[in-house]
């Protein structure tokens, strides 16, 4: 982890922004950032001398647009964007989250076509590096003219308005500034419009949700492994020659993940000209999963851009022959490329989280299995319920995850007196798809559980030193330092949640660096 990131507009990554967002990393201007910065500033305060009529400078907002501003009035125009856009509702963004919010859009702000001073970028770095963190609720974006209202909330902060989060503590934003050695700031033209019209929400919650699927995706993977193990099936089916000739480059990717991860297993099965292939939640785990791969790849693509991308409105442009500035007005605060995304990613992980209750499912059902493995994973079932009811939860957490797949960037609801007459609702795309992602962490605890217990029970079939694949053997290792055989009926959800914690906290994945991937 680096101890200082520098932002120049065009570097930031998926990677960067969690080492913000989770740690204490500090972050500066690159020297290049900063006289690009200093050009616009200085173009805009030329503009206002010039009394030239430039949107959000001299004139008002949205519907307001034709209505100008007199000179000795900017900086109060500037204010108000802040106070009258800042409200939002809904549950307060957690610390990581508002982090990686600050950081992109000071990364947006970085290129120098936003027209914001120096100093008034150095504060919001500043709150950044000092633990500054304004309370930003997460509803009330329509995703344009990009997260008005959220990055409103957190504006106000740097005028010493609103609330944050300090060392712990709730406090107004001007005492919160004052115990970091902060003062707050008196906006000139044009800044209060860069601080708030942009995509930085979006992309934040965008970004870690991303970072959060890829995690899930490998867990899933190797989720999927065990369970195959618990349930007697074949590798035969992730053969490189079946993918080789339907050729989608992550559905060849998964298979190839998957037999790395069993290989040396000896609780599949082989070739049996009487059970020649398995149920497709095991069959074509590399169809389903390689698929969801290709939406991860997506949204990756698409959050990497839009990291490094000038979102507000307008935007100046210099000529370096010609020394001209001009002004244009455009749209790239837009969230459409991020709301088609983040639905086609939580439809993605919907399915994720469908295919792995349908194999808790088989784990429990006995008809299911063939007998395999005894009813709801219990020895005495009657007296005990085993894990009849960890299905009942993953499949209510996978119902709920169906109805919050319905894509939000279909829809529309125009604003601003119908001059904002076409929205993204981008916000509320990346909020639902980071519930369903949460839904499919329990889900997928719930499956690691029940495929250890599963495999257990099939010790006894194979004998004690029958051994697991290269994969999953240290993830059972793993799970069952936490975890138990459940000999007889329980309180559950400790145990669930444990292994829930395996998942958030990483270390089910780096587990499966070291064995599978050979990283460490």
């Not at 995703?143 to 209202?149: N, V």
């Amino acid at each position: 982890m680096d101890p200082v990131i520098e932002l120049d507009g065009k570097s930031l990554t998926i990677e960067r922004v969690l080492e913000v967002a989770i740690g204490q990393v500090q972050v500066r201007l690159s020297a290049e950032a900063l006289l690009k910065v200093e050009r616009a500033a200085k173009a805009v305060e030329k503009m206002l001398a010039n009394g030239e009529i430039v949107y959000g400078v001299t004139t008002g907002f949205g519907a307001f647009k034709d209505r100008i501003i007199s000179p000795d009035q900017v900086e109060n125009l500037q204010r108000n964007i802040i106070i009258s856009h800042a409200v939002g509702t809904g549950d307060i963004f957690d610390i990581p989250t508002t982090r990686a919010i600050m950081l992109i859009r000071a990364n947006t702000l970085s290129h120098g076509h936003s027209g914001i001073r120096p100093s008034t970028l150095q504060l919001l770095l500043e709150m950044l590096n000092r633990g500054v963190h304004p309370r930003i609720p997460e509803k009330g974006s329509l995703g344009a003219s990009g997260d008005l209202a959220p990055l409103a909330h957190m504006a106000l902060v740097m005028i010493g308005e609103g609330e944050a989060l300090y060392q712990g503590e709730i406090l107004s934003g001007s005492e919160a500034l004052r115990r970091a050695g902060l003062k707050p700031i008196v906006l000139a033209a044009k800044e209060g419009l860069a601080l708030t019209n942009g995509t930085s929400v979006m992309c934040a919650t965008g970004s870690l949700a991303v970072a959060k699927a890829e995690q899930l995706s490998r867990a899933a993977d190797v989720a999927g492994c065990m369970s195959l193990e618990a349930l007697h099936g074949t590798v035969l089916a992730f053969d490189e020659r079946i993918h080789a000739v339907r050729p989608h480059p992550r559905q060849i990717e998964c298979a190839s993940f998957l037999r790395k991860t069993l290989e040396g297993s000896q609780f599949t099965r082989l070739h049996d000209p009487t059970n020649v292939q398995d149920a497709y939640t095991l069959r074509c785990i590399p169809q389903v999963h390689g698929a969801v791969r290709d939406a991860i790849a997506y949204a990756r693509w698409v959050m990497e851009i839009e990291l490094n991308a000038v979102t507000d409105n307008p935007l100046i442009f210099f000529d370096d022959e010609s020394g001209e500035v001009t002004v244009l007005s455009g749209g790239n605060f837009h969230g459409e490329p991020i709301a088609i995304s983040m639905d086609y990613l939580c439809i993605a992980i919907t399915e994720l989280g469908n295919i792995s209750e349908r194999r808790i499912m088989r784990l429990t059902d006995g008809a299911s299995n063939a007998q395999v493995l005894p009813p709801f994973l219990t020895r005495d079932g009657g007296l005990n319920s085993g894990f009849m009811i960890t299905q009942y939860t993953a499949a209510a957490l996978a119902t709920e995850n169906k109805v919050l797949s319905h894509p939000a960037s279909v829809d529309n609801i125009p604003t601003s007196a119908n001059v904002e007459d076409h929205v993204s609702m981008g916000n509320t795309a990346c909020l639902k798809t980071r519930q369903v992602l949460l839904n499919v962490e329990h889900i997928l605890a719930i499956e690691l559980m029940a495929a250890a217990q599963g495999i257990d029970f099939r010790r006894e079939v194979q004998g004690s030193e029958a051994k697991l694949g290269k994969g999953t053997a240290p993830i059972y290792e793993l799970i069952r330092k936490s975890v138990p055989f459940i000999s007889r009926d329980v309180i559950m959800y400790p145990f669930i949640n444990a292994v829930k914690l395996l998942i958030q906290d990483g270390q089910i994945d780096r587990v499966i660096q070291e064995s599978v991937d050979g990283r460490s």
